[in-house]
């Protein structure tokens, strides 16, 4: 007969089913812990680097969308 072989598995569930109840487990629960970047008891400077990041690269998008809008206009 043929010997069985136990493959073991990795369970990465917690078995504390509180912490799932936090606000912090999924984005459709009322809260997203690190939205942008930005994490509780984040310091200012990262916080403040986080958000012009964010407006410098909105900045760019728009400029290279002008910029393809112009390209077209005048191509057309």
């Known amino acids: 007969m043929?010997?069985?072989t136990i493959i073991p598995v990795l369970n990465n569930t917690t078995a504390n089913s509180e912490a799932d109840?936090?606000?912090c487990t999924g984005c459709g629960k009322g809260g997203c812990c690190?939205?942008?970047?930005?994490?509780?008891?984040s310091e200012k400077d990262v916080v403040y680097r986080n958000i012009l990041l964010y407006i410098g690269m909105g900045l760019i998008i728009?400029?290279?969308?002008?910029?393809?809008?112009?390209?077209?206009?005048?191509?057309m």
């Open 21 to 23: 109840d936090s606000a």
């Open 2 to 4: 043929s010997e069985k």
């Open 62 to 75: 728009f400029a290279t969308t002008y910029l393809i809008m112009q390209l077209l206009a005048w191509l």
């Open 34 to 41: 690190g939205g942008f970047g930005i994490k509780v008891g």
